[in-house]
């Protein structure tokens, strides 16, 4: 439920989830040569976990074929959950490894 808190600092879209954890998910692509016919439905659901608040930060590498996603889950088994939605990684064409962070 968003903050009522004129003074609260999180924004009314995001708001901060009970027993939330952080991930970093490093993504390699297995199969570059075959992830452009399934490009548009990647970033159509990558945008969906934005909209959720899943995936919070999405970079790719300078050098390579590879992704760093951060994440907000409720678990390990629920962020690969929610990553495994993706086109690339439901179709083998993608890897994550994950690791959890916290804030300092």
Request: glycine share 8%.
């Amino acid at each position: 439920m968003p903050s009522t808190d004129p003074n609260a600092t999180e924004p009314e879209h995001s708001p901060v989830k009970r027993g939330s954890m952080y991930f970093v998910a490093t993504g390699t692509i297995t199969h570059p040569d075959e992830i452009g016919p399934h490009m548009p439905e990647e970033i159509r659901v990558l945008d969906e976990l934005r909209e959720q608040g899943v995936v919070k930060e999405v970079f790719r590498l300078a050098a390579g074929s590879g992704v760093i996603n951060i994440l907000e889950a409720g678990s390990l088994e629920e962020a690969r959950a929610h990553l495994g939605r993706l086109p690339f990684v439901a179709l083998g064409f993608m890897n994550f490894e994950y690791a959890e962070v916290t804030r300092l």
